[in-house]
């Protein structure tokens, strides 16, 4: 069964706008983690938030995490063509090691 | 260091064959992990590994689908007898130590074996 909900489940921009998913989850977690998939291929790990950090930054990725409203958002600042692709959440609840995914949020950066 | 190989990378059958995809981790990495994408939705974890023992195969339908890691190393998933909803993308992952609660590992996934059940 599918953990969390991306919204929106699909975003078209234009090339140096930012992007912004949401992902929520039912569950207690641990971790919280931001993969990548481009189309027909395997995912890409972008970032991981623990459930004690509210907010992590990588490049030009900044993720947030709400354990109150279980819920979590991913911002992808000046988008480029390249980020084109389809963005999952996933979360490693409590008591349990491996990832559940949610339904992904697919990115359309139009150059 | 070279990512997770997958093999092969799509294949075609007829209900009721059976089907088998093969993976190889990265050199030293512990855990493996197999899921199931269908089309349009996440990854869905189906078992999972550490070295050659079981530690996860909850949501594996194992009426039909097997899996082993022999010598804890590359791992084969079998499909037997294949249904037309087993077409999805099966997509091997591994990470180099087992998560848990304090620690958290990366999992790298390879590129997937497309299954299509006609």
């Known amino acids: 069964s599918q953990q969390g909900e991306e919204d929106p489940q699909a975003l078209s921009i234009q090339e140096g706008e930012n992007a912004t998913m949401n992902c929520s989850y039912k569950t207690s977690i641990n971790n919280l983690q931001w993969y990548r998939q481009n189309s027909g291929r395997g995912l890409v790990h972008l970032i991981l938030i623990r459930s004690n950090e509210r907010e992590k930054h990588s490049g030009r990725l900044r993720v947030t995490l709400d354990t109150s409203k279980k819920s979590s958002s991913l911002l992808i600042t000046a988008s480029r063509a390249a980020d084109t692709a389809s963005y999952f959440c996933?979360?490693?609840?409590?008591?349990?090691?491996?990832?559940?995914f949610g339904s992904g949020t697919r990115l359309q950066v139009q150059p | 260091e070279a990512g997770v190989a997958q093999s092969p990378r799509y294949k075609i059958i007829e209900k009721r064959q059976s089907v088998a995809f093969w993976c190889n981790p990265i050199s030293g990495h512990a855990t493996l992990y197999w899921y199931q994408q269908i089309l349009g939705q996440g990854p869905k974890l189906l078992i999972q590994f550490q070295n050659n023992g079981v530690v996860d195969d909850s949501q594996l339908p194992k009426d039909r689908f097997s899996a082993e890691r022999l010598k804890g190393v590359d791992s084969t998933l079998k499909i037997q007898p294949a249904k037309l909803e087993d077409s999805a993308v099966y997509l091997c992952?591994?990470?180099?130590?087992?998560?848990?609660?304090?620690?958290?590992?990366?999992?790298?996934f390879g590129p997937g074996t497309r299954l299509l059940v006609l």
């Open positions: 996933a979360t490693v609840d409590t008591g349990r090691r491996a990832l559940t």
């Open positions: 992952a591994s990470s180099q130590i087992p998560p848990s609660a304090t620690r958290q590992e990366t999992q790298y």
